[in-house]
């Protein structure tokens, strides 16, 4: 990274102190200024009101000058909340999450770490992939003034914590969530990432006619695999092709009676939508059942550490993919890659997103004089925003907060480590935007 000095960062709740996340994070911080700990002061006033889950940050009132700085001095820190997988199945996202972020905030801010005269200081927040624990994280941090938060990591907890911020006129940008219903929940509510109809777009690029086809949407139950399901019946089904679904427990580890089930059903395609650390144990189940060679077989590539768990089944499989290490081609992962590098580690396929969010949080307290007080403001700065970013160029859609982006089509070859990904296709933002949607709230 580029002079870090002032991306100042600590950690909260749940995460513990002394965890190796916690320490990169640190890494490069300095100590809080005597300015900053008279604010921090003030900011442990807010805090005793914390036992009252968010009644010193009702809605219209949460953060004060305190909290995001526009009265408390020319140089006093916008804060941020990341609340994301730190620990848990999704762990692994989160992590390319929070690397990219700190990649884009440095990007963003030119290396400066501030906007305007003032330092952007994120917390994290380690909601661990469950709902009730990431709303209890966003109390805290509503409690104490935040009044942008971002990460999400999975869909039910951007689902259960978008209201919670709207509710609160809090700025929210989900991350990696992809369930459709994050779109248009309410106008406090944004995306860094990709959403399910995006994906089912890009996998219905494989099929063209879908009239009489069968397709099979194998998938966790879960608001991930669910929302796979209604975007493959909302694409494919309105073409002609009859949908069914086969759908696991999240908790389930032996997937062979689901992959016999996929099988059984005989479909013309099976769309695979499969998040988490039984994905090894899915495909094994699929290989062992042969579903290859009786079907074709759609999913979305996942991080890298799974190419190798395709075997050579990998060669038959149509990737449809949101984003892998090289497939932009853009000066802009040209120089995500670099930070992420030069910190120890490799972008994957949810390190832009943190990246995105980061341009997304920074373009808005700019549009704002280095202020966080406003969320209206903060919200219409983003609203039809258009720019450059890893993957190419974003548009935050006006109406309903979608983020409209290209797509790729992908073949893996080769097996075990040699297993690589390339990109066969590039779909462009239009090609893969989800129909526009009213807002809720």
């Given at each position: 990274?580029?002079?870090?000095?002032?991306?100042?960062?600590?950690?909260?709740?749940a995460?513990?102190?002394?965890?190796p996340?916690?320490?990169?994070?640190a890494?490069?911080?300095?100590?809080v200024?005597?300015?900053?700990r008279r604010?921090?002061?003030?900011v442990?006033?807010l805090?005793?009101?914390?036992?009252?889950a968010?009644?010193?940050?009702?809605?219209?009132?949460?953060?004060?000058?305190?909290a995001s700085?526009?009265?408390?001095g020319?140089?006093?820190?916008?804060?941020?909340?990341?609340?994301?997988?730190?620990?848990?199945?999704l762990?692994?996202?989160?992590?390319?999450?929070?690397?990219?972020?700190?990649?884009?905030?440095?990007?963003?801010?030119?290396?400066?770490?501030?906007?305007?005269?003032?330092?952007?200081?994120?917390?994290?927040q380690?909601?661990?992939?469950d709902?009730?624990?990431?709303?209890?994280?966003?109390?805290?941090l509503?409690?104490?003034?935040?009044?942008?938060?971002?990460?999400?990591?999975?869909?039910?907890?951007?689902l259960?914590v978008?209201?919670?911020?709207?509710q609160?006129?809090?700025?929210?940008?989900?991350?990696?969530?992809?369930?459709?219903?994050?779109?248009?929940?309410?106008?406090?509510?944004?995306?860094?990432?990709?959403?399910?109809?995006?994906?089912?777009?890009?996998?219905?690029?494989?099929?063209?006619?879908?009239?009489?086809?069968?397709?099979?949407?194998?998938?966790?139950d879960?608001?991930?695999?669910?929302a796979?399901?209604?975007?493959?019946?909302a694409?494919?089904?309105?073409?002609?092709?009859?949908?069914?679904?086969?759908?696991?427990?999240?908790s389930a580890?032996?997937?062979?009676?689901?992959a016999?089930?996929?099988?059984a059903?005989?479909?013309?395609l099976?769309?695979?939508?499969?998040?988490?650390?039984?994905?090894?144990?899915?495909?094994?189940?699929?290989?062992q059942?042969?579903?290859?060679?009786?079907?074709?077989?759609?999913?979305g590539?996942d991080l890298?550490?799974?190419?190798?768990?395709?075997?050579?089944?990998?060669?038959k499989?149509?990737?449809?993919?949101?984003y892998f290490?090289g497939?932009?081609?853009?000066?802009?992962?040209?120089?995500?890659?670099?930070?992420?590098?030069?910190?120890?580690s490799?972008?994957?396929?949810?390190?832009?997103?943190?990246?995105?969010?980061?341009?997304m949080?920074?373009?808005?307290?700019?549009?704002?004089?280095?202020?966080?007080?406003?969320?209206?403001a903060?919200?219409?700065?983003?609203?039809?925003?258009?720019?450059?970013?890893?993957?190419?160029h974003?548009?935050?859609?006006a109406?309903?907060?979608?983020l409209?982006?290209?797509?790729?089509?992908?073949?893996l070859?080769g097996?075990?480590?040699?297993?690589?990904?390339?990109?066969e296709?590039?779909?462009?933002?239009?090609?893969?935007?989800?129909?526009?949607?009213?807002?809720v709230?």
């Open positions: 990274m580029r002079n870090s000095a002032l991306l100042r960062v600590r950690s909260l709740g995460a513990p102190a002394a965890s996340a916690a320490s990169t994070a890494s490069g911080a300095r100590g200024s005597g300015g900053s604010l921090g002061r003030r442990a006033v805090a005793a009101c914390s036992v009252l968010v009644g010193c940050a009702k809605a219209g009132t949460a953060g004060t000058d305190t700085g526009s009265g408390a020319a140089s006093s820190p916008v804060k941020v909340g990341l609340l994301y997988s730190k620990t848990g199945p762990a692994a996202y989160g992590k390319q999450y929070l690397e990219g972020f700190k990649a884009g905030l440095d990007y963003a801010t030119k290396g400066t770490g501030a906007v305007d005269g003032h330092p952007i200081e994120f917390v994290e380690d909601d661990a992939g709902p009730a624990k990431a709303v209890s994280g966003a109390k805290e509503i409690g104490k003034g935040y009044k942008i938060l971002a990460g999400s990591t999975a869909s039910g907890v951007a259960q978008a209201p919670f911020a709207a609160n006129k809090v700025l929210f940008i989900s991350g990696p969530a992809a369930a459709d219903k994050v779109t248009a929940l309410n106008k406090y509510t944004f995306r860094s990432g990709r959403q399910s109809y995006q994906d089912t777009l890009t996998a219905a690029s494989f099929v063209g006619d879908a009239k009489g086809k069968k397709v099979t949407v194998l998938a966790q879960s608001a991930f695999g669910q796979n399901v209604a975007a493959v019946k694409v494919l089904g309105k073409e002609g092709a009859t949908v069914d679904a086969v759908l696991a427990p999240p580890t032996d997937l062979t009676p689901f016999t089930q996929a099988k059903a005989k479909p013309d099976l769309f695979v939508a499969w998040a988490g650390e039984t994905a090894a144990a899915l495909w094994t189940s699929l290989n059942q042969d579903v290859f060679s009786s079907t074709r077989v759609v999913t590539l890298a550490a799974s190419y190798p768990l395709f075997g050579a089944a990998g060669e499989i149509s990737f449809l993919n949101h290490a497939a932009a081609g853009t000066d802009i992962e040209k120089a995500m890659t670099e930070s992420v590098v030069k910190g120890g490799k972008p994957d396929i949810f390190t832009p997103d943190g990246f995105t969010a980061a341009q949080v920074v373009h808005a307290i700019e549009a704002n004089k280095g202020s966080a007080d406003d969320t209206a903060l919200v219409k700065a983003l609203e039809g925003w258009s720019f450059d970013g890893v993957k190419g974003l548009t935050v859609r109406e309903d907060h979608a409209l982006q290209p797509m790729f089509q992908v073949r070859t097996t075990g480590a040699a297993a690589k990904p390339t990109v296709k590039v779909l462009p933002a239009e090609q893969v935007a989800p129909p526009v949607l009213a807002m709230g």
